[in-house]
């Protein structure tokens, strides 16, 4: 299912004093003057690639403040209309036949990234907009449309698969914001001398900006242990580090499975999070080289949540819910629809919040949803696939918070 941008809600959430979200560092010293943790003075702790959909704002939205101030995402718009799209495959010619709608798809994805934020900073990445390859049919990720953005900390997203104009003018908009410029590099193949040279190129091109840059490399799925991820970052840092005094270098990375494991164990799945071990190995082996490399993966969602369309016809029959523990992802299918629906949702939530590793209600709003829809009864409170990923992201960003904070 997915979720109309536009019907995000205008209004910041606000928070009383009973339904303030749990606090995932709770158990950490913090300084009660600031909202960042102790250890965390300048740049992000932690970086999750999620896509500019409703149920992904509102998750970031209902992070506890002081877990919030550790995560800076990197919002990827998804397309429009269409069929479904890879992240870093430009098409060969436009696929959204209207540009005016798709310009303001961008502007409307910007706001709302732009609400949810409250004033963090955050990377966004309209690949998907990008759709086109000469100027003249434009695409909507030229300076003019950034114009919404300019004064907000949002960081556009640019890559070297990209269009040198589309490059220019993603660094015209970072040069109009003041807040630097994210270049996201996919490491679909091992990297080599001619990616090196191709990223120098975009360096070159872009330096009149004038700008911080950051540097987001991408590994995308990595859902096996025999993926040779480790061994393509190190390789990518060795070659793009020494090119730029990069302002933050991060490590992104996505294990969540993109359909649903056949051979699991009624009626829990599991999924191990091979990205989580791939920047452990990264972050404490000694061969690193260059600046440290910060945490990044795709929230509690496979690589390609933002590669399809904003609306799409119909609801599947079924949906996930998910729970992120220290190691792998709890799964359960739940039905959408149909008779006895809501009381099998619920058994299967139980399911979740009986299982070893779960936190507790206290811990975020995404244990404290689970745990409620688990105690429930009746059709009302089992929610649907988008509170379903709400939930899921929300505990997700609250775990890796508290284990990334636990290494400070």
Not at 44 to 60: D, E, H, I, M, Q
Request: one cysteine or more; glycine letters at 10%.
């Amino acid at each position: 299912m997915f979720e109309p941008m536009s019907d995000l809600p205008s209004e910041r959430p606000s928070y009383g004093s009973s339904d303030l979200p749990p606090d995932p560092t709770s158990d950490l010293p913090s300084d009660p003057k600031s909202d960042l943790p102790p250890g965390l003075s300048s740049g992000p702790l932690y970086v999750p690639a999620l896509p500019a959909r409703r149920s992904a704002l509102a998750a970031y939205s209902r992070l506890h403040p002081r877990a919030r101030a550790c995560v800076t995402p990197l919002w990827s718009i998804p397309p429009r209309v269409g069929g479904a799209r890879a992240m870093g495959r430009m098409p060969p010619h436009p696929l959204d036949p209207d540009r005016t709608a798709l310009a303001s798809h961008l502007r409307t994805a910007l706001r709302a990234i732009e609400t949810a934020q409250r004033g963090r900073p955050a990377w966004v990445d309209a690949f998907h907009t990008e759709d086109g390859t000469e100027p003249l049919t434009a695409g909507p990720l030229a300076a003019e449309s950034w114009l919404t953005a300019a004064g907000t900390p949002l960081r556009p997203v640019t890559g070297v698969e990209r269009a040198a104009w589309r490059q220019t003018a993603a660094a015209e908009a970072a040069r109009l914001s003041g807040n630097g410029l994210g270049v996201r590099v996919f490491l679909t193949v091992p990297p080599d001398e001619g990616l090196r040279d191709a990223v120098g190129g975009l360096l070159t091109r872009i330096a009149f900006a004038h700008c911080p840059v950051d540097l987001l490399l991408d590994l995308g799925a990595v859902v096996d242990e025999h993926h040779p991820a480790e061994k393509w970052a190190l390789r990518a840092l060795g070659l793009l580090g020494p090119l730029h005094h990069w302002r933050t270098v991060v490590l992104l990375a996505g294990s969540f499975p993109r359909t649903f494991p056949e051979d699991y164990g009624a009626p829990l799945a599991e999924a191990h999070r091979f990205d989580w071990d791939v920047w452990h190995m990264l972050a404490d082996g000694a061969e690193h080289p260059g600046p440290p490399v910060v945490h990044g993966d795709y929230g509690a969602a496979h690589t390609g949540s933002a590669d399809s369309p904003t609306r799409a016809g119909g609801a599947p029959p079924w949906g996930v819910v998910r729970y992120t523990t220290e190691r792998t992802f709890l799964l359960v299918r739940v039905p959408t629809q149909g008779p006895g629906h809501a009381d099998t949702v619920r058994s299967l939530v139980r399911e979740i919040v009986h299982a070893e590793g779960f936190r507790g209600e206290e811990f975020s709003e995404g244990e404290r949803w689970l745990a409620s829809c688990a105690a429930g009864a009746g059709p009302a409170g089992v929610g649907g696939p988008e509170a379903w990923a709400r939930a899921g992201h929300v505990q997700h960003m609250a775990q890796v918070v508290r284990a990334l904070r636990r290494r400070l």
